[in-house]
């Protein structure tokens, strides 16, 4: 099994402003994806970012970005110029590469103030 | 691309009945398809992984005679949920994951809020 640990239940963020979502995992495994998705209000989970563990570089999305350490098993994402559209539940989801399976972490409730 | 649809988006139905929600994938062959539930603020629980052509592997705790998936085709899968009683009531999220380059991402369709009365 593989634990995903998300230590913020609720943050907030002034717009425009920058705000970093933290995550923690744990697992034995090389080779695995790590996912950032966010849940708004109607409740469609969409993919934020992606990115494989075998990569040193960190991925980005327009706004959205990681910083991915490997060797700390942490995985936080970085929204800059937070706009009031980003206000969902964001989960940091892992997935195995040998398993068919995908982990979530409990969840942080993102609050964008206008 | 990577679209899922889930239908229907909101069931009420009465105790003892049986409710069938289909999950499609819509514009890619799913080889897996994920069955989550999920309770008002809480992260999402999968309950089952079914892969087209085979029997559905069920989390533990969850009662595979009571929620019974198929996974008949590359883009659907459904899930019944047989003699329904009020504690079934929940947020119902399907997932897809893909073939080629995005195997390893799913994509979820847009859920299913199922109440019993």
């Known amino acids: 099994a593989q634990t995903v640990t998300q230590s913020q239940p609720e943050m907030s963020v002034q717009e425009a402003e920058t705000v970093t979502l933290s995550c923690t995992y744990d697992?034995?495994?090389?080779?695995?994806?790590l996912f950032w998705y966010k849940q708004p209000p109607s409740r469609q989970m969409i993919l934020v970012i992606r990115?494989?563990?075998?990569?040193?570089q960190n991925a980005t999305e327009n706004r959205f970005s990681v910083n991915f350490q490997k060797a700390a098993k942490s995985f936080s994402l970085k929204i800059s110029d937070s706009q009031l559209g980003d206000a969902a539940m964001y989960f940091c989801?892992?997935?195995?590469?040998?398993?068919?399976?995908?982990?979530f972490g409990s969840g942080t409730k993102l609050n964008v103030k206008p | 691309g990577a679209v899922v649809s889930q239908h229907p988006s909101r069931v009420i139905c009465k105790s003892g009945t049986s409710v069938k929600i289909e999950c499609r994938s819509l514009?890619?062959?799913?080889?897996?398809m994920f069955w989550y539930r999920q309770f008002p603020k809480q992260s999402l629980m999968l309950m089952a992984t079914?892969?087209?052509?085979?029997?559905?592997?069920?989390e533990q705790g969850v009662e595979k005679d009571k929620f019974l998936i198929n996974h008949a085709s590359l883009t659907l899968s459904t899930l019944t949920v047989t003699s329904a009683h009020p504690e079934d009531s929940s947020f119902y999220i399907c997932?897809?994951?893909?073939?080629?380059?995005?195997?390893?991402?799913?994509?979820f369709g847009p859920g299913t809020r199922l109440t019993v009365l």
């Open positions: 990115q494989e563990a075998y990569k040193q």
């Open positions: 997932s897809a994951r893909g073939m080629g380059s995005s195997t390893d991402t799913q994509y």
């Open positions: 989801v892992t997935h195995l590469y040998n398993f068919n399976k995908f982990y």
């Open positions: 697992t034995s495994e090389s080779d695995y994806y």
């Open positions: 079914s892969n087209e052509g085979s029997k559905a592997t069920y």
């Open positions: 514009d890619f062959q799913a080889t897996t």
